[in-house]
């Protein structure tokens, strides 16, 4: 058996998500493996000292309702600053757009290739 496909089969072993089937598939092989039960059983050992790590953090404090309001108004703040972005944005680059036109990588554009099937960077047309 590949070492990947014997990896991916102890971990959903050790996790308890194989179906019975192949579960008992897999002890048969353990039996005859000794190495192969020894993986087995250090992932077992590295599940189940996981899981006690997860199960010794404290649960997170209940959102109160101040600490919903002050969330609710730093989202509004990103929202309004995203915003003002958007808006100012266009009529800034409308004043950089000469220096722009002149600058060597504004003569390439990227352009859909159907023959290959892929995008490309190509020399524009048109270019200044």
Request: aromatic letters at 8%.
């Given at each position: 058996?590949?070492p990947e496909?014997?990896?991916?089969l102890?971990?959903?072993?050790?996790?308890g998500?194989?179906?019975?089937e192949?579960?008992?598939?897999l002890?048969?092989?353990?039996?005859?493996e000794p190495?192969?039960?020894a993986?087995?059983?250090?992932?077992e050992?590295?599940?189940?000292?996981?899981?006690?790590?997860?199960?010794?953090?404290?649960p997170?404090?209940?959102r109160?309702?101040?600490?919903?309001?002050r969330?609710?108004?730093?989202?509004?703040a990103?929202?309004?600053?995203?915003?003002?972005?958007?808006a100012?944005?266009p009529?800034?680059?409308?004043?950089?757009t000469?220096?722009?036109?002149?600058?060597?990588w504004?003569?390439y554009?990227?352009?859909?290739?159907p023959v290959?099937?892929?995008?490309?960077?190509?020399e524009r047309?048109?270019?200044p």
């Amino acid at each position: 058996m590949k070492p990947e496909y014997l990896d991916a089969l102890l971990i959903d072993r050790a996790l308890g998500e194989l179906p019975a089937e192949v579960g008992e598939l897999l002890e048969a092989y353990l039996e005859h493996e000794p190495s192969a039960r020894a993986a087995a059983d250090s992932w077992e050992r590295f599940v189940a000292e996981a899981g006690a790590a997860v199960r010794a953090i404290p649960p997170a404090p209940a959102r109160t309702a101040r600490g919903a309001r002050r969330l609710a108004a730093c989202a509004a703040a990103v929202a309004l600053a995203i915003a003002a972005l958007a808006a100012w944005g266009p009529w800034k680059l409308r004043d950089r757009t000469p220096a722009v036109r002149g600058a060597v990588w504004a003569a390439y554009e990227v352009s859909y290739d159907p023959v290959a099937g892929g995008f490309a960077i190509v020399e524009r047309r048109n270019a200044p």
